[in-house]
């Protein structure tokens, strides 16, 4: 399991961020992720912006030894063609097209710089990169992408029946993959990629083929069974995650549960959506273990636990956890 710091580290992220978005603290910790619930038709969460891409030259540069360090990493990797985020003032968010390695080198390496520095930090200073990347935001770069690549992930929270409530689908993520290897991360979960149709709904029918292998019977109506959870800020990265919520129903995937590729996963749980099981999840899964996008959607997820489902039979009384073996 990667290390990623004590929760105190994260502390100085509350100073930075928590004036342009609720910064989560659980049980005690500070996890550098942020929520800004909204509510919006699937529809309707994105635009293409009216912007050129502008990078800042200088940032681009300082993260070029991180994106060798990734690539050597993750050989498989190349640069693809994303979306990357321009503005954030609510629904739609703004984007434009960007090349993957300028993400890793501009965004992804704002993360590894953090991680590097841990323990005092007290103020940008210690904090190059991330100080020129909140500079060409004009200050505010949860909501202003400029200067940098910062692409836009999609996460959703696949939920299915679990006794009398329901639970939300996790996986661990394998250590080849190039961002979050060995932490737990909701599944499906994807980067915006240019797309014929809307690319919120491309990326989230390909991810649940792809990562939990199921195929909805009516996958034209996925659209109306997707709901808005709002927006999370991965605050390492300085990047945004659309979150949305998609409810499962039994018959529509496999009887032991949601089958995660083991090319992205190594393992996989159930996190029941309850009071009690909540708790018990932030309690065991500190920072250090869980994506920052994951903490953003479970954090959305707590205000929009929806209706218990019928108990499976009298006296049904489910686990606050599930692993499946």
Known sequence: MPTQGTAMEFQPLQSFYGASASVIERVGRVYPAAIEP???????????SAEDLWIEPELRAAGEAHLQAVAKRSPTMHDGRILAFTTIQGFPLEYISAGYFDA??????LRAEYLRASGSITDLSRLPLRHLAHRAAGGDPLHSGRGRVSAVGVSVAVTVPLGSTLAVVMGRRNEQVATDPGMWHIAPSGTLEPAPGDAVIELVRRELSEELGIELPSPNRLTERLKTLGVGHDLLRLRPEICLRLDLEEGEYHTDG???????????????LSIDGLEDFWRTHPPQTLAPAAAAAIALLEGDRGP???????????????RWQ
Do not use: N, W
Not at 38 to 48: D, F, G, K, W, Y
Not at 258 to 272: M, Y
Not at 308 to 322: I, L, N, T
């Open 38 to 48: 909204l509510r919006a038709s699937v529809e309707r969460l994105t635009r293409a």
């Open 104 to 109: 890793i080198a501009t965004s992804d390496s």
């Open 258 to 272: 949601p089958r995660l590729t083991p090319r992205e996963f190594q393992d996989r749980a159930l996190i029941e």
């Open 308 to 322: 218990r489902k019928a108990a499976m039979g009298p006296g049904a009384s489910p686990p606050r956890g599930h």
